[in-house]
């Protein structure tokens, strides 16, 4: 049962990488999930980053969704960053940076753009801002970063905040939307 299994993961896998997706990231981190690529910008995850994580909640069920969607958007995750299982990245018109050695649970969120605007006669005119996160940032389960959001690193966002503002280097923070709990005193 644990070779049809894996077999399965592995043809899911191939399909997803190469039959639906329509943009190759450079270089490429291990893929452990089903992951799809799209859009026609650039996407760059670094070799020793993990997208996917086994025994976590829906690596059989789900699948990562990474797109970069306009010609310069920019999507880039660092050196030994772990993206944990049903991830969904969007950079539309801007850039989405992730740092080295952040830990990234499950549905985690992260847009750069509103994709459309509240006029619904003008819904063409949205706002895209870029989205950075810092170096050793820790990232709960179910978390949502929006546009024009930098987080500092050494950061905890809690599971289930909705990151709407600039987080601080080794704050703590959670909540909907998200708010400093407390920083963490350096070592």
């Not at 190469?18 to 650039?42: M, V």
């Not at 880039?76 to 299982?85: A, D, K, P, R």
């Not at 750069?112 to 509240?118: C, K, N, Q």
Request: net charge positive; charged share 20%.
């Amino acid at each position: 049962m644990k070779l049809l299994r894996k077999r399965m993961l592995s043809v899911k896998k191939v399909f997803y990488r190469y039959a639906l997706s329509e943009n190759r990231p450079c270089p490429c981190g291990k893929i452990n999930q089903p992951s799809l690529f799209l859009g026609s910008g650039r996407i760059r995850i670094e070799k020793t980053t993990h997208l996917g994580y086994f025994p976590s909640p829906y690596f059989y069920s789900g699948y990562m969704h990474i797109e970069a969607r306009s010609k310069d958007a920019e999507i880039y995750v660092g050196e030994t960053t772990f993206i944990n299982n049903n991830a969904v990245i969007i950079a539309e018109k801007a850039s989405i940076t992730i740092g080295s050695r952040c830990f990234i649970g499950t549905d985690f969120h992260c847009v750069s753009s509103d994709f459309h605007g509240l006029d619904p006669h003008r819904r063409e005119n949205y706002k895209s801002a870029s989205v950075h996160i810092g170096d050793d940032v820790f990232i709960g389960n179910n978390v949502t970063i929006l546009k024009g959001v930098t987080i500092g690193g050494g950061a905890t966002i809690a599971a289930g905040a909705v990151v709407t503002k600039d987080v601080p280097a080794n704050a703590v923070v959670g909540g909907n939307p998200a708010k400093l709990i407390k920083i963490l005193p350096l070592k």
